[in-house]
């Protein structure tokens, strides 16, 4: 089940990897915000990994704020750990905050169910789009545009809602931490 547009984007305060930055949903008030689920060895994210740091970019220069979040459990995935999410953030030149979910309270809040997984929130923090990237994935031989965001973004600044109609991400499950007995 996908979060229902119009609901408020959760409230977060994770720390960057990179940067060891406390990043609060409070930094980015009165913007547009992307939040990405998003982690190192999930084949779909690795996919389209060299163009999130170009749309982050551009997203900065157009007032959006961008957070990468990983939320997979290290113990079971040592390559979403927070060293190494850092190697991958800097080797990728992505210069959006990748934060560390070490509890996965915040997966948990946003509902996010796959890596990778999309939110687009407008000014007022309210979600207006969660969906794919675009229709690329590994091996369908479709280029990796980031078009489905894009235009949500493009609606999004331009004071319109994006499109009604909006495919849901596909990728990894979030690598969920078993449950105490």
Partial sequence: MMTALGTRCPPFALVDVVSSRRVRLADFAGQPLLVMFICNHCPYVVHIQSALGPLADDLAKRGVGVVGI???DPTTHPADGPEP???????QGWTFPYLHDSDQSVA???????TPDFFLYDAA???VYR????????GNGIPVTGS???????AV?????????QLPSIGCNIKWRASSP
């Fill in 157 to 165: 600044l331009a004071g319109r809602a994006p499109q009604a109609r």
């Fill in 131 to 138: 969906g794919q990237f675009c229709p690329s994935r590994p």
């Fill in 148 to 154: 489905d965001l894009s235009a949500a973004v493009d």
């Fill in 108 to 114: 948990r809040a946003f509902d996010a169910a796959c």
């Fill in 125 to 127: 923090h309210d979600l």
């Fill in 85 to 91: 999410m850092a190697r991958t953030a800097k080797a």
């Fill in 70 to 72: 990983c939320s997979n």
